[in-house]
């Protein structure tokens, strides 16, 4: 059973910085992507950032792009996102994603099979 574990969330001040983590583990599956999306209360999950595991292509939401950065460690089968130029409206539950599904749009939950359980961060003003 594949697990994505996130970590590195918490509590930081606008201008800050953070950086979660994201670990794969029990088992080879096809990524053709690992990606962050997040959730704030009451809104949809959206997309964050995307990388192809293949080549480490990268993608962006227009809201971040330029503030974070997404990376790889294909021997720790570990995604990280550094987030830079923090805003309060970066405030959401992020979640790890990753596992083909036989869509290719690396900004659609529905191109992603597995899901962490979320990381809690929060941007004060």
């Known amino acids: 059973q594949v697990q994505l574990v996130e970590s590195g969330g918490g509590l930081e001040q606008a201008g800050g910085a953070l950086r979660l983590s994201c670990a794969a583990s029990?088992?080879?599956?096809?990524?053709?992507?690992m990606g962050w999306f997040r959730q704030a209360p009451g809104k949809d999950r959206e997309f964050v950032a995307a990388?192809?595991?293949?080549?480490?292509?990268?993608y962006y939401a227009d809201s971040v792009k330029g503030r974070f950065t997404i990376s790889r460690d294909n021997a720790k089968n570990t995604v990280y996102l550094q987030m830079n130029r923090l805003k309060p409206e970066d405030t959401a539950t992020y979640y790890c994603?990753?596992?083909?599904?036989?869509?290719?749009?690396?900004?659609?939950?529905?191109?992603?099979?597995?899901w962490g359980q979320g990381t809690q961060v929060t941007v004060s003003s």
């Open positions: 990388i192809r595991w293949s080549d480490g292509n990268t």
């Open positions: 029990g088992g080879t599956f096809n990524r053709l992507y």
């Open positions: 994603a990753a596992g083909a599904t036989g869509y290719s749009e690396p900004n659609a939950p529905r191109s992603y099979a597995y």
